[in-house]
């Protein structure tokens, strides 16, 4: 099981970046995928998921601003970010939840696949 996480970059404050994390080596249409970043000397923090109904949950942070959807047939789930800010800026991880039919709340532990990260930052 592989996840590739790609898209993202540098952009300046109230930009945009759509970052990707393809999956490969199995489907996984059935769990819960989640977004989480992690910005130098903080811990891992969630961000946002969706289950395999669709049905998503966003930390409050980026609530309004960040928009998680999947793509099946893809194997692929995606993070549009949208009026981005500084405090944004950290690596972005996709991870898959180990259970199957499950919500979209999942705690980060329960995430047992994850993807090795892309960089996003926003300048000011």
């Known amino acids: 099981v592989q996840l590739q996480a790609s898209g993202g970059g540098l952009v300046q404050a109230g930009g945009s970046l759509r970052l990707s994390c393809a999956a490969s080596?199995?489907?996984?249409?059935?769990?819960?995928m989640g977004w989480f970043r992690q910005a130098p000397g903080k811990e891992r923090e969630f961000v946002a998921s969706i289950n395999w109904s669709s049905i998503t949950y966003y930390a409050d942070s980026v609530k309004g601003r960040f928009t998680i959807s999947r793509d099946n047939a893809k194997n692929t789930v995606y993070l549009q970010m949208n009026s981005l800010r500084p405090e944004d800026t950290a690596v972005y991880y996709c991870?898959?939840?180990?259970?199957?039919?499950?919500?979209?709340?999942?705690?980060?532990?329960?995430?047992?696949?994850w993807g090795q990260g892309t960089q996003v930052t926003v300048s000011s």
């Open positions: 080596g199995r489907t996984f249409s059935a769990n819960t």
């Open positions: 991870a898959v939840d180990r259970t199957p039919w499950g919500s979209p709340f999942r705690p980060i532990s329960e995430y047992g696949s």
